[in-house]
């Protein structure tokens, strides 16, 4: 028995897709679904106050970025 963990999307059809590896086609298979909506508020959000408490925080010395140098030229696009 083999598992797949995926974040996919259910549209409006309720239909849910799942794409198997190669190999998996033509054969007959026991599939088990155990689904868990994702919290699209805690999915893409920063933690409350992440960016006060880490703003200015760096105690080191000043950071200083470094000369990047000269890009090298490339072949034109056809």
């Known amino acids: 028995m083999q598992s797949i963990k995926l974040q996919t ?3 409006n059809d ?3 897709q799942l794409k198997l590896p190669v190999g998996m086609s033509n054969q007959d298979l026991e599939v088990i ?3 868990q909506p ?3 508020i805690l999915k893409r959000a920063w933690s409350p106050g ?3 408490s880490t703003f200015g925080a760096w105690q080191g010395e000043p950071l ?3 000369s990047q140098g000269e890009l090298p030229e490339r072949e034109p696009l056809l």
């Open 9 to 11: 999307y259910v549209g």
């Open 14 to 16: 309720g239909l849910l």
């Open 33 to 35: 679904v155990i689904y």
């Open 38 to 40: 994702i919290n699209p």
């Open 50 to 52: 992440f960016f006060e």
């Open 64 to 66: 200083v970025r470094e």
